[in-house]
Every structure is written in C-alpha cells, then in structure tokens.
C-alpha cells in the first residue's frame, strides 16, 4: 500500500509533485547542457524514458533520482528536494477512493484541480462541478440510464469533495464564465434551480468566487462554444495547464503554445460578459423569477 500524505507535504499532491519533478528535472539537464539522448546514453535507457520523466507521463522511482543525480550535476540540496518530490508522488490520494466512478486517468484533473492556485473555466451549458449542489448534480445524473441510484450518489459525493478546495481561511480562487443560457435553463425544477442558485451566490460572498454571465446579445469571442478549464499556479516549476472535456476522453494541454491559445479565448470571453456585479444581480433577479 502506498504511504499516507506526509504532514510536512502542505498543499503538494501527488500529481502537482509528479508535474513539479518533471519539470526540475528538464531544468537541471538543461542547465548541465547535456541533451535527452546524452542522459539517456550514461544511464543506458531509451531517450523515450528520459522525455517521459520530464513530461511526468512517468514517474520516477528513487533509484532513478539516484542515478540521474551525478549526471545532471546536481547539489545535495537539489537531490534532496527531488528525493522528496519522488515520495509525494507516490502518496495516496482522496480520489483514488472513488476510481470506481470515474475514468481511467481522472486523477490527473482532480489532482490538478486540488493543487491549482487558480482555476478558470468557460461553460456553455451547465453549472460547473464545483458549484453544483448535490440537488443539482442528481438531476444530471438522472437523466443517464446506464447511471445506478448507488453510483450517482457516489458521484456526487466527489463533486462535493472536490469543492472543499472553496472553503477555509484560503480557498482556491475561482472564476467562472458562463453564457445566459445557464441561467436560463431549469435542470431538476424551479425549486432545484432556486437552490442552486443561492449557493452560487453564498461562494460569491464567502468564497471569493468570482461568477460572470455573458448575455445572449453579447459580440461573438473565441471561447464560444467552448467549454475548457485553465488551471493556474503560484510556482515556476508549474506552468499552466487546460482541460477540455470531450464526449468520450479527456484533453490536457499544456504546451505554450496552445495554453495561449485559450487564454487568448478565456480574456475573450471576459472581454463579453458582464461585470462580476452586474452578474451577480442577474443570479439575484433569476432566483426571485424562480421563486415567483
């Protein structure tokens, strides 16, 4: 059995310490100027295994660390950051208990998610999961038949584990666009709706959440029609990264270029909708139409 989160390991998960060992690594070899294939011609591995190390599509095991150590010239501050590094990515973490309900490979999102500084999402049609109440989340879940009683209330127990991200003295920040049509749409009925929305309002006020509607007269931008996650972080070693869900897989981009790409669609976007405030009355004013 894998090791219990450290005490010492403060909001490092287990992905964010893969991602943050990958990219160190890339760091020291290219600062000892030795190519992938100079790497992997001292440790006589494949070229392919060295790239899978410094893109964390592998993990790296402490006799790895061991060997690459001397190679890359690294100190014995720097190796022993690493060393730890390689600890915390093999910690178990709280969504592994629910593999079961979800996808192969889930634990990368939810682990970038649970370690994001940041995280902005554009919506088109639903209510993001970390604002969903469970009410909410049923009512999706209801109208999927291959989805059992036992396994949607599963997922929505994850949905609403994820959003303690939201909650304590610092909660993740979160911003959320979205077009009028959610607003607009009922899922679960009015009562549903209603209680949806005053719990949007409540993160707004005691979670910092920041929530803006783009109307339905708003001008086109890049983001519409799309529905993409951009997750943020407070250290170099941890460039951006976006999530696009597709019907049938998931899509992590985090190569420059593309994540400019959606920011450049994110600021777009930002650029149609309304302001926070002026958002933040249209919730008030749906829920009095809901109620009415």
Same mark, same amino acid.
């Given at each position: 059995?894998? !090791?219990? =989160?450290?005490?010492?390991?403060?909001?490092?998960?287990?992905?964010?310490?893969?991602?943050?060992?990958?990219?160190?690594?890339?760091? &020291? *070899?290219? /600062?000892?100027?030795?190519?992938?294939?100079?790497?992997?011609?001292?440790?006589?591995?494949?070229?392919?295994?060295?790239?899978?190390?410094?893109?964390?599509?592998?993990?790296? *095991?402490?006799?790895?660390?061991?060997?690459?150590?001397?190679?890359?010239?690294?100190? +014995?501050?720097?190796?022993? #950051?690493?060393?730890?590094?390689?600890?915390?990515?093999?910690?178990? @973490?709280?969504?592994?208990? &629910?593999?079961?309900?979800?996808?192969?490979?889930?634990?990368?999102?939810?682990?970038?998610?649970?370690?994001?500084?940041?995280?902005?999402?554009?919506?088109?049609?639903?209510?993001?999961?970390?604002?969903?109440?469970?009410?909410?989340?049923? %009512?999706?879940?209801?109208?999927?038949?291959?989805?059992?009683?036992?396994?949607? @209330?599963?997922? $929505?127990?994850?949905?609403?584990? =994820?959003?303690?991200?939201?909650?304590?003295?610092?909660?993740?920040?979160?911003?959320?666009?979205?077009?009028?049509?959610?607003?607009?749409?009922?899922?679960?009925?009015?009562?549903?709706?209603?209680?949806?929305?005053?719990?949007?309002?409540?993160?707004?006020? +005691?979670?910092?959440?920041?929530?803006?509607? $783009?109307?339905?007269?708003?001008?086109?931008?890049? %983001?519409? #029609?799309?529905?993409?996650?951009?997750?943020?972080?407070?250290? +170099?070693?941890? !460039?951006?990264?976006?999530?696009?869900?597709?019907?049938?897989?998931?899509?992590? $981009?985090?190569?420059?270029?593309?994540?400019? /790409?959606?920011?450049?669609?994110?600021?777009?976007?930002?650029?149609? %909708?309304?302001?926070?405030?002026?958002?933040?009355?249209?919730?008030?004013?749906?829920?009095?139409?809901?109620?009415?």
């Amino acid at each position: 059995m894998l !090791p219990s =989160r450290p005490l010492t390991d403060g909001a490092t998960n287990a992905v964010i310490a893969r991602r943050r060992l990958a990219q160190r690594l890339r760091r &020291y *070899r290219q /600062r000892s100027g030795l190519t992938v294939e100079d790497v992997a011609r001292a440790l006589v591995c494949s070229p392919s295994k060295i790239s899978r190390m410094e893109t964390a599509v592998s993990g790296i *095991r402490v006799v790895d660390l061991a060997a690459l150590a001397p190679v890359l010239g690294m100190v +014995e501050d720097e190796k022993l #950051g690493l060393d730890v590094l390689v600890r915390q990515a093999r910690v178990r @973490e709280w969504w592994q208990e &629910y593999t079961d309900v979800v996808p192969a490979g889930s634990g990368q999102f939810f682990g970038l998610e649970d370690g994001a500084a940041h995280i902005r999402t554009h919506n088109t049609s639903l209510i993001p999961g970390l604002l969903q109440t469970a009410d909410y989340a049923r %009512a999706l879940f209801s109208t999927r038949d291959a989805v059992a009683d036992e396994r949607a @209330e599963r997922m $929505i127990a994850l949905r609403l584990r =994820r959003q303690r991200l939201l909650d304590g003295l610092e909660p993740t920040r979160l911003t959320v666009l979205f077009d009028e049509a959610v607003l607009r749409r009922v899922i679960g009925g009015k009562a549903v709706m209603s209680e949806q929305w005053k719990q949007i309002l409540r993160r707004i006020d +005691e979670s910092g959440v920041i929530t803006r509607v $783009i109307p339905h007269d708003a001008d086109v931008h890049p %983001a519409d #029609g799309l529905a993409f996650t951009l997750f943020e972080f407070d250290d +170099e070693d941890l !460039p951006p990264v976006v999530f696009a869900e597709l019907l049938e897989e998931m899509t992590f $981009i985090d190569d420059p270029h593309g994540v400019a /790409r959606y920011a450049k669609a994110l600021a777009g976007a930002e650029g149609a %909708a309304a302001s926070a405030a002026d958002s933040r009355q249209l919730i008030v004013d749906r829920i009095a139409e809901l109620r009415g």
